[in-house]
């Protein structure tokens, strides 16, 4: 795992994860913009994990203050706010992974500040401004958004349900929340209302639920299951130490959170999904550069975390972990930030003495263990794994069943039935493009079959007949680009084949020779960038059995394969995926392991240590968000 450049060694990575203490995101927080009183361009930054004062991090493109932030886990966005002087539809924003000033992004719809953002890792949404452009008492209800991938103009989301300034914002992967607010653009006025929206979905806000006490001028963060509203103006000359809390999913009315070090308002608001953390503010008499923090799992009083580099209020919170984007609940990256990003799965396998059922979620670009995503349908091994841009794939199992099952990547959950596959079988070999999934071979009722299916995977419904392998076999491994899928090597029982196939993946035919690999094996694992199919492991049916081999060939031309390096571990029966960089070989037997080596796929060379599976896992499939045969461009 990365945190500011730094590379986690992964005994440290599971300790930190097993404490709970620690988001598997990058964890930074940074204070943007703000006022002193006078507004700045200032940007400061702090590593949520551990406490301590803040460090420069570089400006922002322009002076901004009370500007809502937001984030992707790449780019932080700050959105209007006011300027030197008055208000802006500037939106401007930063990258999280260098240090250096920020950038324009593009125009709000409207001038103004003083509202409320979050996101995901697709799309920011900013609700409720103060702004010059309506009349008295110049409040605006619009919501407006951005995709943060692609830097463009805002466009118009919905309308809030009451027309408030001031607001708190929050929320998770799939929902942002608006609380409280002053609805005469003073600071008298105080809603005890929270509104929200569905992220994917443009339309109006709905009431969700009510804070206990009406505030304005809070700070909002939050968890994928918590958002806490914190301190603010709670009446004429009022400034509060409370933060109340809300459950994301119940409805129910706020409680009680407890209470910050000193009584505040305006401040920014920034979280990890475990640490949320309230910055600066206005105390009633001085502009503050304090840092408070809070465990959000749990009720109580705020902590002392450090200090600002300078006294500010109306700050723009942004982070590159937020509760929209915990480790385990995180959308896919957009196809915009390849290569480089995307999540790898391991799907099923067998864990003497059982067969299992469990999707194992990797964050490709950095080292670290596997964390539990959700269950296939039933407990698997033998199968076929791939994946569309969208949703993971498995196919077949050790008992020869036809059932073809897939999930969402969008959210942390269970697998659902596709359809069929035109032959149960074990040992088929899958593969994809960004539309079409290949199930290739395999074995049906002692006998290896040619048969090549493939299914369209936007749209449930059964596999249909594709073509024919040149040979007949199972265990091969499956990899290839947006428009060549690639077949290596297999059973024949009793030898292993060095046979590679290919086909066109868009159109329906036959399968034709591509090459040789350099040893023949069977039960090896594929991965694949748009250029290059790499092949490790397997077992040679002889001695010596279990291989540390890695191959590669040049999808787009045909010929035998080349040495590419060795594995860390021989071994057979293991999985691969990756995205454009890395590819990444997990489990398997020779003995039974939980090592997951990574390599760079466009480098030859040996692969290196990448993390550890929950258990040694054998017999298992993978699948990505990301690999090479999906990229688009």
Known sequence: MSNSGKIWDTKEVYKKIRDDNWSRGAGRGFACGGGTPTNTNTVDVVTLSTTGNAADYGDLATVQGAAPGYGSTTRGVIHGGEGAPGYLNN????????????????????????????????????????????????????????????????????????????????????????????????????????????????????????????????????????????????????????????????????????????????????????????????????????????????????????????????????????????????QRPSVTYMPGSGRGFTLGGYI???????????????????????????????????????????????????????????SQGNAADFGDLTVGRQGPAGLSSMTRGIIAGGEDGGSRVNTIDYITMATTGDATDFGDLVLARSYSAGAGSSVRGIVAGGDVHPSAKDEIDYITIASTSNATDFGNLSVARNLLAGVSNSTRAVFGGGNSLSSPYYLNTIDSITIASTGNANDFGDLTVARATLAGFGNSISGIFTGGTSPDTNTMDFITIASAGDAADFGDLAAANTYIQGCSDSHGGLQSV
């Open 91 to 330: 939106i401007t924003y930063i990258n999280f992974s260098s240090q250096g000033n920020g950038a324009d992004f593009g125009d709000s719809t409207q001038s103004g500040g003083f509202g409320a953002g979050h996101s995901n890792n697709v799309k920011g949404i900013v609700g409720g401004f103060y702004t010059p452009m309506v009349s008295s008492p110049y409040l605006s209800n619009v919501i407006e958004f951005v995709s943060i991938a692609s830097l463009g103009n805002a466009t118009d989301f919905g309308d809030l349900g009451e027309t408030v300034m001031g607001n708190a914002g929050y929320g998770n992967n799939t929902k942002w929340f608006k609380s409280g607010g002053s609805s005469n653009g003073s600071f008298t006025g105080y809603s005890n209302r929270i509104d929200t929206v569905t992220i994917a979905t443009a339309g109006n806000s709905s009431d969700y639920a009510d804070l206990d006490t009406g505030v304005n001028r809070a700070t909002g963060f939050s968890s994928t299951t918590r958002g806490v509203t914190s301190g603010g103006y709670i009446s004429p000359g009022a400034y509060t130490t409370k933060m109340q809390q809300n459950d994301l999913s119940s409805g129910a009315t706020g409680t009680d959170f407890g209470n910050l070090t000193v009584a505040r308002s305006a401040g920014g608001g920034v979280d990890n999904s475990v640490r949320g953390a309230t910055l600066g503010g206005y105390d009633g008499s001085s502009v503050t550069n304090h840092i408070d923090f809070i465990q959000i799992a749990t009720s109580s009083n705020a902590t002392d975390f450090g200090d600002l580099s300078q006294a500010r209020i109306y700050i723009a919170g942004v982070d590159d972990s937020n509760a929209g984007l915990d480790f385990n609940q995180t």
């Open 352 to 410: 003497n003495p059982a067969k299992q059922d469990t999707i194992q979620l990797t964050h490709i670009p950095t080292k670290g263990n596997t964390s539990d995503f959700g269950n296939l349908l039933a407990a698997v091994y033998g199968g076929a794994g791939f994946g569309s841009l969208t949703r993971g794939f498995y196919a077949g199992d050790v008992a020869e069943g036809n059932v073809i099952e897939s999930f969402e990547y969008v």
